[in-house]
Nanobody, 124 residues
Framework: QVQLVESGGGLVQAGGSLRLSCTAS????????MAWYRQAPGKQRELVARITSGSSPNYAESVKGRFTISRDNTKNTVYLQMNSLKPEDTAVYYC??????????????????WGQGTQVTVSS
């Protein structure tokens, strides 16, 4: 069984910063891509940033230059440093990981696992 647990959300004023963390635990053999998504009320979930196992990042246009994704493979953890936050960044932020469990290692199967989400609220 695999769990992804996010932390670091909260309430911040516009222009402020927050750092989100997401740690994967359980019977994990390897983790490929890790990513952050967000979903604002009444909107579809959207990709914010993703990072490969080799730490190559990609960002949504709306967060380029403000957000930085990173990961620590020794801790199975992905981070999202969010600077210059705007009210439109308000959303529930979810992390996910494309990973192979120990049980699925022989098949080389990769499955996507999601965290439970953490609320980020930016006040104007």
């Amino acid at each position: 069984q695999v769990q992804l647990v996010e932390s670091g959300g909260g309430l911040v004023q516009a222009g402020g910063s927050l750092r989100l963390s997401c740690t994967a635990s359980g019977s994990i053999f390897s983790i490929n891509v890790m990513a952050w998504y967000r979903q604002a009320p009444g909107k579809q979930r959207e990709l914010v940033a993703r990072i490969t196992s080799g730490s190559s990042p990609n960002y949504a246009e709306s967060v380029k230059g403000r957000f930085t994704i990173s990961r620590d493979n020794t801790k199975n953890t992905v981070y999202l440093q969010m600077n210059s936050l705007k009210p439109e960044d308000t959303a529930v932020y979810y992390c996910n990981a494309d990973l192979t469990t120990v049980q699925a290692k022989a098949m080389g199967a990769v499955f996507r696992h999601w965290g439970q989400g953490t609320q980020v609220t930016v006040s104007s």
